[in-house]
């Protein structure tokens, strides 16, 4: 296409390998050269650009700043705003709520994306945390999430505007995975290619409770006769290989 790229600004609290950063890399790919992105990861960890195509354009923006000192960093976010050039801004989740507050005197346009919450927040929402996103997206154009729970507690417990909110379900490229299996890579994982398998590719932390998954299939008691496949990594990964988490199936 002709002229140059729109530079879109991405705020991520980490750059490593999960669910956003694997679904920004998809986009971006999709898109290819017609957006150039300039990527900020609050924590300096940047493992997630490997999956950008060498087509995309892309800057990794390294920030130094103390994370005590909120009013000096909202004066750095809005230096890094203003010199990205960049038509729109993007924040993902709680680690990049503190664009929203350098950004309320409307610098660009901002679009939040909330795909969920850490474990200090899996039972209920911290009050604290609720009026600073309350106010820091008072000005972004548009706040989304991947499920209607997520969207609900940003109408209600958020009492965003319903205007500004999205409902955007990730969606999964079924057909990519309607493959017969291959038997010698099963093989080489010691798994019988005749046996139904039930897997699950996650990061291993609190939040997710892959923990009830072991505990549904562990209640199947071996009729029908299957197998438990789990990939992923994180701090709940030796929890999840214990004998008593497997309660003796695999």
Avoid at 179 to 205: E, M, W
Avoid at 209 to 218: D, P
Avoid at 223 to 246: E, H, N, Y
């Amino acid at each position: 296409m002709g002229g140059a790229p729109r530079t879109l600004l991405h705020v991520f609290s980490t750059f490593n390998v999960s669910g956003p950063q694997v679904r920004f890399a998809t986009l971006a790919n999709h898109f290819g050269d017609r957006y150039a992105h300039v990527i900020v990861a609050m924590d300096g960890g940047f493992a997630a650009a490997d999956l950008l195509a060498p087509e995309v354009p892309v800057s990794l923006r390294r920030l130094d700043f103390d994370k005590r000192a909120t009013l000096a960093n909202l004066g750095l976010f809005r230096r890094v705003i203003r010199e990205s050039g960049a038509a729109l801004l993007l924040t993902y989740n709680w680690g990049a709520i503190e664009w929203g507050l350098a950004n309320l005197t409307g610098l660009i346009p901002q679009v939040h994306i909330e795909d969920g919450f850490g474990p200090e927040e899996t039972s209920r929402q911290l009050a604290r945390r609720v009026w600073f996103r309350r106010f820091a997206l008072a000005r972004a154009r548009l706040v989304c999430m991947p499920s209607q729970t997520l969207y609900c507690i940003a109408a209600e417990g958020w009492r965003l505007p319903l205007r500004r909110l999205a409902y955007i379900p990730n969606g999964i490229d079924c057909a990519r995975f309607a493959k017969a299996p291959d038997a010698t890579l099963l093989g080489s994982l010691g798994l019988d290619a005749t046996v139904p398998l039930v897997g699950t590719v996650a990061g291993l932390r609190p939040e997710k409770n892959v923990g009830r998954l072991i505990q549904a299939f562990a209640r199947l008691g071996g009729s029908p006769a299957a197998r438990l496949v789990i990939v992923g990594d994180g701090p709940g990964a030796r929890g999840v290989g214990s004998p008593s988490a497997r309660s003796g199936r695999r």
